[in-house]
């Protein structure tokens, strides 16, 4: 089970798939234009796997809350994926070559050659939506909070 293609469409997903559900998120912080506007510059070379602008310009790099789900994604998705293909839930991937620019879901199903490796990473994909969801909503009130704090000093 030392197949790359396990590490690359289920494991380095700390890009992969966590980077996109970031950028889609973003466009649910309405009130932070900032970020939805963000997300729009993010989008388009987030779809061929180009991150940078999101990574530098949010920043998720170097921001302590953000670190946190960077660094747990890719060790919940490791986690996750093998348990899932040692078990037998999803087969062993097959080795298939395929562009790490494959989208979501299509690459699960054809690096295992089963809709079970389409819906771990689908299921991968809601988990991660929702830890980041949470740490963006701590970021979004911490920000809240010193854009209120710096009104009340001026």
């Given amino acids: 089970m030392t197949s790359p ?24 912080f309405k009130k932070r234009s900032e970020w939805n506007d963000l997300g729009k510059i993010a989008l388009v070379p987030g779809i061929f796997g180009v991150y940078e602008p999101l990574i ?35 087969p062993l991937t097959t080795g298939v070559a395929l562009p790490y620019t494959m989208p979501l879901v299509i690459s699960g199903a054809i690096v295992t050659n089963s809709i079970r490796g389409a819906i771990l990473q689908l299921l991968l994909l809601i988990l991660l939506a929702f830890m980041w969801y949470v740490f963006l909503k701590v970021l979004d009130g911490q920000k809240t909070q010193t854009e209120k704090e710096s009104l009340t000093h001026e």
């Fill in 56 to 90: 530098f310009g949010l920043p998720v790099m170097l921001n302590p809350i953000l670190f946190i789900p960077l660094i747990a994604t890719p060790i919940i998705t490791t986690t996750l994926s093998y348990f899932a293909m040692a078990s037998g839930l999803v």
């Fill in 5 to 28: 293609y396990l590490t690359d469409f289920f494991v380095l997903n700390g890009g992969y798939l966590s980077i996109p559900v970031l950028i889609s998120l973003l466009f649910f």
